[in-house]
T-cell receptor
Framework: RKEVEQDPGPFNVPEGATVAFNCTYS??????FFWYRQDCRKEPKLLMSVYSSGNEDGRFTAQLNRASQYISLLIRDSKLSDSATYLC???????????FGTGTRLKVLA | GAGVSQSPSNKVTEKGKDVELRCDPISGHTALYWYRQSLGQGLEFLIYFQGNSAPDKSGLPSDRFSAERTGGSVSTLTIQRTQQEDSAVYLC????????????FGEGSRLTVL
Protein backbone atom coordinates (compact mmCIF):
# COMPACT_ATOMS: atom_id res chain seq x y z
CA ARG A 1 0.00 0.00 0.00
CA LYS A 2 1.29 3.46 -0.87
CA GLU A 3 2.00 5.80 2.02
CA VAL A 4 -0.28 8.46 0.56
CA GLU A 5 -3.04 7.70 -1.93
CA GLN A 6 -5.24 9.98 -3.97
CA ASP A 7 -7.81 9.53 -6.70
CA PRO A 8 -5.98 10.85 -9.78
CA GLY A 9 -9.17 12.20 -11.37
CA PRO A 10 -9.59 14.17 -13.50
CA PHE A 11 -12.49 15.90 -11.86
CA ASN A 12 -14.26 18.06 -14.45
CA VAL A 13 -16.67 20.49 -12.79
CA PRO A 14 -18.55 23.60 -13.94
CA GLU A 15 -17.71 27.01 -12.59
CA GLY A 16 -19.44 27.64 -9.29
CA ALA A 17 -19.57 23.98 -8.32
CA THR A 18 -18.41 22.53 -5.05
CA VAL A 19 -15.85 19.76 -5.31
CA ALA A 20 -14.16 17.58 -2.71
CA PHE A 21 -11.03 15.47 -2.79
CA ASN A 22 -9.95 12.82 -0.35
CA CYS A 23 -6.54 11.47 0.44
CA THR A 24 -5.69 8.45 2.56
CA TYR A 25 -2.46 7.83 4.40
CA SER A 26 -1.07 4.58 5.70
CA UNK A 27 0.77 5.49 8.88
CA UNK A 28 -1.47 6.26 11.81
CA UNK A 29 1.35 8.06 13.62
CA UNK A 30 1.76 10.78 10.99
CA UNK A 31 1.36 14.22 12.51
CA UNK A 32 1.58 16.84 9.78
CA PHE A 33 -0.74 17.19 6.82
CA PHE A 34 -0.89 19.66 3.95
CA TRP A 35 -2.46 20.36 0.61
CA TYR A 36 -0.28 21.67 -2.19
CA ARG A 37 -1.32 22.90 -5.60
CA GLN A 38 0.64 22.28 -8.80
CA ASP A 39 -0.19 24.03 -12.03
CA CYS A 40 0.74 22.38 -15.31
CA ARG A 41 4.53 22.34 -15.82
CA LYS A 42 5.04 24.41 -12.68
CA GLU A 43 6.44 23.69 -9.26
CA PRO A 44 4.13 22.75 -6.35
CA LYS A 45 3.08 25.47 -3.94
CA LEU A 46 1.59 25.19 -0.47
CA LEU A 47 -2.18 25.71 -0.51
CA MET A 48 -2.93 25.11 3.15
CA SER A 49 -2.00 23.13 6.21
CA VAL A 50 -4.54 20.72 7.66
CA TYR A 51 -5.25 21.00 11.37
CA SER A 52 -6.90 18.44 13.60
CA SER A 53 -9.97 20.61 14.14
CA GLY A 54 -10.34 21.39 10.45
CA ASN A 55 -9.59 24.75 8.94
CA GLU A 56 -10.87 27.10 6.30
CA ASP A 57 -9.20 29.60 4.04
CA GLY A 58 -11.71 31.48 1.93
CA ARG A 59 -13.37 29.02 -0.43
CA PHE A 60 -11.12 26.17 0.71
CA THR A 61 -11.80 23.88 3.67
CA ALA A 62 -9.47 21.15 4.86
CA GLN A 63 -10.37 18.39 7.28
CA LEU A 64 -8.54 15.56 8.98
CA ASN A 65 -10.07 12.27 10.05
CA ARG A 66 -7.49 10.45 12.13
CA ALA A 67 -9.68 7.44 12.84
CA SER A 68 -10.07 6.67 9.16
CA GLN A 69 -6.69 8.10 8.21
CA TYR A 70 -7.79 10.49 5.54
CA ILE A 71 -7.71 14.17 4.84
CA SER A 72 -10.04 16.09 2.60
CA LEU A 73 -10.11 19.31 0.65
CA LEU A 74 -13.36 21.05 -0.22
CA ILE A 75 -13.46 23.82 -2.78
CA ARG A 76 -16.61 25.93 -2.92
CA ASP A 77 -17.70 28.18 -5.78
CA SER A 78 -15.04 26.79 -8.12
CA LYS A 79 -13.23 29.26 -10.37
CA LEU A 80 -11.53 28.61 -13.69
CA SER A 81 -8.28 29.52 -11.95
CA ASP A 82 -8.71 26.61 -9.55
CA SER A 83 -7.85 24.22 -12.40
CA ALA A 84 -4.68 22.46 -11.24
CA THR A 85 -3.43 19.28 -9.62
CA TYR A 86 -3.94 19.10 -5.87
CA LEU A 87 -1.30 17.17 -3.93
CA CYS A 88 -1.84 15.68 -0.52
CA UNK A 89 1.25 15.71 1.70
CA UNK A 90 1.94 13.78 4.90
CA UNK A 91 5.07 13.64 7.01
CA UNK A 92 6.93 10.39 7.56
CA UNK A 93 6.67 9.26 11.15
CA UNK A 94 9.16 10.94 13.43
CA UNK A 95 10.74 12.86 10.59
CA UNK A 96 10.22 15.88 8.42
CA UNK A 97 10.34 13.74 5.33
CA UNK A 98 7.26 14.91 3.45
CA UNK A 99 5.54 12.31 1.33
CA PHE A 100 3.50 13.58 -1.59
CA GLY A 101 0.52 11.84 -3.09
CA THR A 102 0.34 11.52 -6.86
CA GLY A 103 -2.23 14.30 -6.99
CA THR A 104 -5.82 14.82 -8.05
CA ARG A 105 -6.36 16.77 -11.22
CA LEU A 106 -9.16 19.34 -11.26
CA LYS A 107 -10.48 21.05 -14.34
CA VAL A 108 -13.07 23.78 -13.87
CA LEU A 109 -15.13 24.34 -17.00
CA ALA A 110 -16.70 27.59 -18.15
CA GLY B 1 16.45 36.37 -6.84
CA ALA B 2 14.55 35.61 -3.69
CA GLY B 3 13.38 32.12 -4.62
CA VAL B 4 14.98 28.69 -4.87
CA SER B 5 17.27 28.55 -7.86
CA GLN B 6 18.11 25.35 -9.73
CA SER B 7 20.54 24.69 -12.53
CA PRO B 8 20.65 23.54 -15.18
CA SER B 9 17.00 23.95 -16.11
CA ASN B 10 17.42 21.31 -18.80
CA LYS B 11 20.03 18.62 -19.19
CA VAL B 12 20.26 16.02 -21.94
CA THR B 13 22.86 13.34 -21.42
CA GLU B 14 23.84 9.96 -22.73
CA LYS B 15 23.29 6.77 -20.81
CA GLY B 16 26.27 6.03 -18.61
CA LYS B 17 27.36 9.62 -18.09
CA ASP B 18 27.43 11.36 -14.72
CA VAL B 19 25.34 14.48 -14.07
CA GLU B 20 25.31 17.12 -11.35
CA LEU B 21 22.26 19.18 -10.50
CA ARG B 22 22.58 22.26 -8.36
CA CYS B 23 20.19 23.90 -5.92
CA ASP B 24 20.56 27.31 -4.32
CA PRO B 25 17.99 27.58 -1.52
CA ILE B 26 16.36 30.68 -0.12
CA SER B 27 18.78 32.47 2.15
CA GLY B 28 18.27 31.56 5.80
CA HIS B 29 16.33 28.37 5.09
CA THR B 30 17.71 25.54 7.20
CA ALA B 31 15.97 22.64 5.45
CA LEU B 32 16.58 21.51 1.89
CA TYR B 33 14.80 18.74 0.00
CA TRP B 34 15.27 16.91 -3.27
CA TYR B 35 12.36 15.24 -5.06
CA ARG B 36 11.92 13.89 -8.54
CA GLN B 37 8.82 13.85 -10.67
CA SER B 38 8.42 11.63 -13.68
CA LEU B 39 5.98 12.54 -16.45
CA GLY B 40 2.44 12.41 -15.12
CA GLN B 41 3.57 11.10 -11.74
CA GLY B 42 3.71 12.46 -8.23
CA LEU B 43 6.75 13.71 -6.38
CA GLU B 44 9.13 11.03 -5.20
CA PHE B 45 11.14 11.96 -2.09
CA LEU B 46 14.89 11.53 -2.49
CA ILE B 47 16.72 13.20 0.39
CA TYR B 48 16.49 16.03 2.88
CA PHE B 49 18.95 18.08 4.90
CA GLN B 50 18.07 19.90 8.11
CA GLY B 51 20.70 22.19 9.57
CA ASN B 52 23.78 20.30 10.67
CA SER B 53 21.96 17.01 11.23
CA ALA B 54 22.76 13.93 9.21
CA PRO B 55 20.66 13.94 6.03
CA ASP B 56 17.73 11.59 5.56
CA LYS B 57 18.81 9.64 2.48
CA SER B 58 16.06 7.05 2.68
CA GLY B 59 14.54 7.99 -0.69
CA LEU B 60 17.64 7.69 -2.84
CA PRO B 61 16.77 4.92 -5.33
CA SER B 62 20.26 3.46 -5.70
CA ASP B 63 23.88 4.03 -4.80
CA ARG B 64 24.30 5.87 -8.09
CA PHE B 65 22.55 8.80 -6.44
CA SER B 66 24.21 11.05 -3.90
CA ALA B 67 23.74 14.55 -2.60
CA GLU B 68 25.64 16.98 -0.50
CA ARG B 69 24.98 20.34 1.01
CA THR B 70 27.98 22.53 1.57
CA GLY B 71 28.09 25.17 4.27
CA GLY B 72 24.42 24.68 5.00
CA SER B 73 23.47 26.38 1.76
CA VAL B 74 23.98 25.17 -1.81
CA SER B 75 23.24 21.53 -2.56
CA THR B 76 24.36 19.28 -5.39
CA LEU B 77 22.58 16.10 -6.46
CA THR B 78 24.87 13.76 -8.38
CA ILE B 79 23.70 10.86 -10.50
CA GLN B 80 26.43 8.51 -11.65
CA ARG B 81 26.21 6.24 -14.69
CA THR B 82 22.82 7.61 -15.66
CA GLN B 83 20.12 5.26 -16.92
CA GLN B 84 17.09 6.03 -19.07
CA GLU B 85 14.79 5.52 -16.07
CA ASP B 86 16.54 8.43 -14.36
CA SER B 87 14.82 10.79 -16.81
CA ALA B 88 12.58 13.08 -14.76
CA VAL B 89 12.26 16.58 -13.37
CA TYR B 90 14.40 16.94 -10.27
CA LEU B 91 12.87 19.44 -7.87
CA CYS B 92 14.64 21.11 -5.00
CA UNK B 93 12.79 22.79 -2.16
CA UNK B 94 13.85 24.70 0.90
CA UNK B 95 12.07 25.55 4.12
CA UNK B 96 12.79 28.02 6.90
CA UNK B 97 12.43 25.10 9.25
CA UNK B 98 11.47 21.57 8.30
CA UNK B 99 8.73 21.38 10.93
CA UNK B 100 6.64 24.07 9.19
CA UNK B 101 5.86 21.85 6.23
CA UNK B 102 6.01 24.86 3.95
CA UNK B 103 8.38 23.93 1.19
CA UNK B 104 9.36 26.48 -1.44
CA PHE B 105 10.21 24.72 -4.66
CA GLY B 106 12.52 25.70 -7.45
CA GLU B 107 11.42 25.34 -11.06
CA GLY B 108 13.27 22.06 -11.36
CA SER B 109 15.96 20.54 -13.52
CA ARG B 110 14.60 18.45 -16.38
CA LEU B 111 16.92 15.51 -17.02
CA THR B 112 16.68 13.47 -20.19
CA VAL B 113 18.87 10.40 -20.53
CA LEU B 114 19.18 9.12 -24.07
Amino acid sequence: RKEVEQDPGPFNVPEGATVAFNCTYSNSASQSFFWYRQDCRKEPKLLMSVYSSGNEDGRFTAQLNRASQYISLLIRDSKLSDSATYLCVVNGVGTYKYIFGTGTRLKVLA
Amino acid sequence: GAGVSQSPSNKVTEKGKDVELRCDPISGHTALYWYRQSLGQGLEFLIYFQGNSAPDKSGLPSDRFSAERTGGSVSTLTIQRTQQEDSAVYLCASSFNANTGELFFGEGSRLTVL
